[in-house]
């Protein structure tokens, strides 16, 4: 104990006045033994003055202090004997600081030395305390509700006082700051007198360690583990004490399927001072089902009726149970298959499976059903995992079956789902299709008009004129147009087909070259044939199409997956493979939209990491494109689909996936009818038909009906130019008149398809009555469906648009040939 003021008692009188004392004292001694005339009297006297100047001498030595004021000074033991406090430190100093006395407390957490201003906290907390000191001083109190030691392990708290007679001691006191913690003392209630009540109940509870541990648990718990009382389960892993069945119900693992199901509800609890939250404690509470509470409820949140839950979960229809409060008490496996919850089981409330605007409806529902009488309904709702799809869930009020209160009902729609999808997809293709092809049908009449009189400015300027390289740039961008629009009208499926029946062998080799020169060196290319192989009908030029947007998709694809995995040394693969289908094995496919027939099939997969399931069903719509932007028009896959579908056949994508593992690559499978008719002697376009359609060099009489004048204009203008004889007609009424008037004899009348009041199939067929054997070239960049049908008549001809000068000359010249040879 510090004790510190100690005052020295004050000093003799000084030495003259003590020798004056004596002198008088022998002097008055001398005169009394003068007077007396004996010594005895004398020495009497003389004693006795003796003591009493003995007596004022030293009476000042054995006096206490007295201050002015008439107040002692402090005793400092029975000061510190009186700030003796177990749960506080209590100091006191001077006005020079100095540690003047402290009690015990204080010398425990700071030291016996150390003034409160010399105490080591931390360097904020530091300026706080000397500034409550001079406010102390100058106020008489101050306090700081939070000091923190430097070492961050203790706080205190601190009251400053301003005390003394003269005001000039401060009594400093701290408080040690202990933090409440949620589970401090619950380890003596658990398993004392509280934790047997709690048992009783059917509640059992258990504190475990973060690493599974039980640290303490109730007396009932430990009886029912082990089967034995007065036991501890200090030690035991908490897991080992449970045991699930297939259902999920949680049963102690000694009582086993015998003893009564278990609600086990985790409760964690803050860390202590100074831990990590992952190293609290947590408290187990395990809640029997068979017990009642608070007059009927019953903790495990199951269904109270074994025999129901039987006979619910052997119904086909999704079927649930709630409790009164809207909590599910059980569920079959055709409702966890209805809301795509197999997996993930059951959540506590209905409305955790429905999305954040539906929750609220929902669970006002179920309790309303619950509490009020008994009734039915339903309702529409979306679930969160699908929320595009509303599903109907129905409600019904329960009564006499323990805490079952609401029966939910809904069914499995998946199927349902999965074709009302493929329907409006359906639909909306062929919506966007229509629109394509209508745009691509004005479009390419403008882009006719600009490639054709491009041509014939070219005709006027030769290289190295400061005209012509800007006039080619216009052309070659009306080029880049015109493919844009034929890609349109491929997936609108209304472009105008020259199907040829081929083997699809011979296409792939035709492309095999351009494609290894496509795929670089990074990409190994493969082909695969099966043998016999049927025929198929098809456009060779559309179905080699076909074969390059997928190979080249597929690059881009491998490309970008080992783009996302950060290599930039990567190899792929790209394999083609033909395969024939029998239709008993389509019928085992279970296609429902193919028709079970034979197929030859095409196959094109890539090692590029699949496509994403969100994506899956999107990859054949138009302009939809996974690609970064400015590196993809979305119309590659479309074009494909729409040539495919034109040709009668089917196109399915896919995911390829390793044994164990996620997808490794995508994968297109192509399925064309095989052609079950007589095989063509010789097929259309053969090499020896163009070179005798050369030979042809121009003179010929020709009828142009075109109802767009700057198209009708532009192949006047060209075939004028390659010595033709050319009538113009603005549709196909006025070209009927001109044939009827009989005025010329036309060689080739060239009309376009799609015309106001009298379209170009329509005045071919009235021709025809007139001169059977006139051959007729029809142009056209649309056509729709009847017209294309209609096109397909003898000595019939087809130009695309948009063409260039060059075409319409070369395709005449073509037509002409033709006639002669057949004439001949």
Not at 396 to 406: F, K, P, Y
Request: hydrophobic share 40%; glycine share 10%; net charge negative.
């Amino acid at each position: 104990m510090r004790l510190d003021g100690d005052r020295d008692l004050e000093g003799l009188p000084p030495l003259p006045l003590i020798l004056g004392i004596v002198l008088a004292f022998a002097l008055s001694v001398a005169l009394v033994w003068l007077a007396a005339g004996t010594v005895v009297v004398a020495g009497a006297y003389g004693g006795t003055l003796l003591v009493v100047v003995l007596t004022l001498l030293l009476a000042p030595r054995f006096k206490p202090e007295m201050p002015a004021d008439g107040f002692a000074n402090p005793d400092w033991s029975v000061t510190a004997a009186a700030i003796q406090n177990r749960r506080r430190g209590v100091a006191v100093i001077d006005r020079a600081n100095r540690l003047t006395c402290a009690n015990s407390t204080y010398e425990k957490w700071f030291g016996a030395d150390l003034a409160p201003h010399e105490i080591q906290f931390s360097d904020a907390d530091s300026g706080k305390l000397s500034e409550a000191a001079r406010k102390a001083w100058r106020e008489g109190h101050a306090e700081c509700t939070e000091l923190t030691i430097a070492s961050g392990k203790k706080a205190y708290g601190l009251t400053i006082e301003r005390v003394g007679r003269g005001e000039d001691y401060l009594v400093w006191r701290f408080g040690e700051i202990v933090k409440q913690r949620s589970y401090d003392g619950i380890a003596e209630r658990i398993s004392g007198p509280f934790g047997s009540i709690i048992s009783r109940s059917g509640i059992e509870l258990a504190l475990v360690a973060p690493d599974g541990i039980v640290q303490v648990a109730t007396p009932g718990l430990a009886e029912r583990a082990i089967g034995a009382k007065d036991v501890t389960l200090s030690g035991q892993e908490f897991v080992q004490l449970l045991r699930s069945d297939d259902r999920d119900r949680i049963f102690l693992a000694r009582e086993g399927q015998q003893g009564s199901p278990q609600t086990l509800v985790h409760v964690p609890l803050d860390p202590p001072a100074g831990l990590d939250e992952e190293e609290a404690p947590a408290l187990m509470v395990l809640v029997d089902s068979t017990v009642g509470i608070g007059g009927g409820w019953q903790g495990s949140g199951k269904a109270a009726i074994p025999q129901l839950e039987a006979l619910l979960s052997a119904l086909p229809l999704g079927l649930a149970l709630t409790d009164r409060d809207g909590r599910f008490l059980f569920a079959n496996k055709a409702f966890l298959r209805a809301v795509e919850r197999e997996e993930n089981g059951l959540p506590q409330f209905p409305s955790d499976l429905v999305v954040r605007e539906d929750k609220a409806a929902i669970a006002d529902t179920v309790r309303r059903f619950a509490k009020g009488a008994t009734s039915s309904g339903d309702m529409a709702v979306r679930l969160a995992n699908d929320k595009e799809e509303p599903v109907s869930i129905g409600l019904a009020g329960v009564r006499g079956l323990g805490d079952a209160a609401v029966l939910l009902s809904i069914s499995d729609s998946s199927e349902e789902k999965r074709l009302r999808r493929q329907v409006a997809q359906a639909t909306k293709m062929q919506a966007v299709g229509q629109l394509a092809g209508g745009v691509a049908h004005d479009f390419n009449n403008v882009l006719t008009a600009i490639i054709g009189y491009c041509d014939l400015m070219l005709l006027r300027h030769t290289p190295g004129d400061s005209d012509y390289d800007d006039i080619q740039q216009i052309k070659a961008n009306s080029n880049r147009a015109a493919s844009l629009t034929r890609q349109l009208l491929a997936f609108s499926r209304q472009q105008t087909l020259r199907p040829v029946v081929l083997q699809m062998p011979d296409v792939v080799s035709e492309v095999s070259q351009l494609l290894k020169r496509l795929m670089g060196d990074k990409v190994e290319f493969s082909v695969r044939h099966d043998r016999e192989l049927g025929p198929v009908r098809a456009d060779p030029q559309q179905l080699e199409q076909v074969i390059i947007n997928l190979a080249v998709n597929a690059r881009d694809a491998m490309q970008s997956h080992a783009a996302r995995l950060g290599k930039q040394d990567w190899k792929g693969r790209l394999t083609l493979a033909t395969r024939r289908v029998s239709a008993r094995d389509v019928r085992k496919m279970g296609i429902d939209i193919m028709p079970a027939d034979d197929y030859t099939v095409l196959i094109v997969q890539d090692t590029g990491g699949g496509i994403s399931p969100e994506h899956l069903n999107k990859i054949f719509e138009p302009f939809f494109t996974t690609k970064e932007q400015g590196k993809g028009t979305g119309l590659g896959l479309s074009t494909v689909y729409g040539i495919v579908k034109q040709s009668n056949g089917f196109i399915f994508a896919d995911n390829v996936s390793e044994a164990g593992g996620g997808p490794t690559g995508a994968r297109f499978t192509v399925y064309l009818p095989v052609h079950k008719g007589e095989l063509p002697e010789k097929q259309n376009g053969e090499n020896g038909d163009e070179a005798k359609a050369s030979e042809w060099s121009g003179g010929g009489k020709l009828l142009l009906v075109e109802d767009e004048d700057m198209v009708r204009a532009v192949a006047e203008r060209a075939l004028t130019r390659a010595g033709y004889s050319v009538t113009t007609a603005r549709d196909g009424e006025e070209g009927l008149a001109e044939i009827a008037n009989g005025t010329v004899e036309f060689d080739l009348v060239v009309s376009d398809v799609v015309m106001p009041a009298m379209d170009g199939p329509a005045m071919a067929r009235a021709i025809r009555k007139v001169k059977p054997k006139l051959p007729i070239l029809f142009m056209s960049g649309y056509a729709e469906e009847q017209l294309r049908n209609d096109i397909d008549i003898e000595n019939m001809h087809f130009i695309p648009k948009p063409f260039s000068v060059q075409q319409i000359n070369a395709k005449v010249s073509e037509v002409l040939g033709e006639q002669i040879k057949a004439e001949a």
